[in-house]
């Protein structure tokens, strides 16, 4: 297998590679990606959860402008939308979750993921400047998740699920933390890891080119 092939993730095979606890991050194209960026030291201004709805479908649980939602990955992985979604970002990553049972999750933690989103979904989206400098400066924060911003929902998710510790609180979890490079910190715990990260490319002609009836039909279908 190339190093291409290890590094990088067609945004048509998302539905057969993702599982529910992966997370993607995004590198945004807009002025306000850039400030988020900067106020939060990272690469990265954006991530998002891989949860599945009760049907079995794959969605992205994440905090955005609009507050706490999920988001169907179809807008992700349906080509139509290829040009415009690599429009918007310079960059969107994937990184798979691992946990001692291997790749998605059990029983029970799928149980406590799915009652978190439940609490969550449609809390505001808030972004504090004060609050990045705190966790930047190593001040304690106490937990409030009354509102929420992106990392502090995703490390949220993961503290409901025994696979981060108590303490700090998910408030102090910034963008970078979910990324491989330096300055992050993920501390997961009970056998969980993330995997490398793994760059989404937006781009209707995989290395591994797939019979071309089938992307005329899926074009039809669209």
């Known amino acids: 297998m190339s190093n291409f092939m290890r590094s990088h993730i067609y945004a048509d095979r998302l539905d057969s590679t993702l599982r529910e606890g992966d ?4 590198k945004g194209k807009h002025m306000h990606d850039s400030v988020i960026r900067c106020c939060t030291g990272s690469e990265i201004n954006h991530v998002a959860m891989v949860v599945r709805t009760h049907t079995g479908e794959l969605e992205l649980f994440e905090a ?9 990955l179809e807008f992700y992985i349906n080509s139509y939308y290829w ?7 310079h960059k969107v990553v994937v990184r798979q979750l691992y946990t001692k049972h291997g790749r998605g999750l059990p029983r029970q933690l799928r149980a406590e993921l799915m009652r978190y989103q439940d609490e969550m979904l449609g809390r505001k989206f808030t ?3 004060v609050q990045y400098m705190r966790t930047l400066l190593s001040i304690p924060h106490k937990e409030d998740m009354t509102t929420s911003f992106c990392s502090q929902l995703v490390a949220g998710a993961y503290k409901r699920m025994g ?9 102090t979890y910034l963008p970078r933390d979910f990324t491989s490079g330096l ?4 501390p997961l715990t009970d ?5 490398r990260e793994r760059t989404l490319v937006f781009d209707n002609t995989p290395l591994h080119a797939r ?5 005329a039909s899926r074009r039809t279908l669209l």
Do not use: C, K, W
């Not at 300055?183 to 993920?186: C, H, I, M, T, V």
């Open 191 to 195: 056998g969980a890891r993330l995997g």
């Open 23 to 26: 997370v993607i991050m995004f």
């Open 211 to 215: 019979d071309s009836a089938y992307y």
């Open 163 to 171: 696979l981060l510790p108590e303490e700090p609180a998910a408030t």
């Open 64 to 72: 955005g402008a609009l507050g706490v939602a999920q988001i169907p």
């Open 127 to 129: 972004i504090n400047p």
């Open 183 to 186: 300055g992050a910190r993920l």
């Open 83 to 89: 040009s415009h979604m690599s429009g918007l970002f």
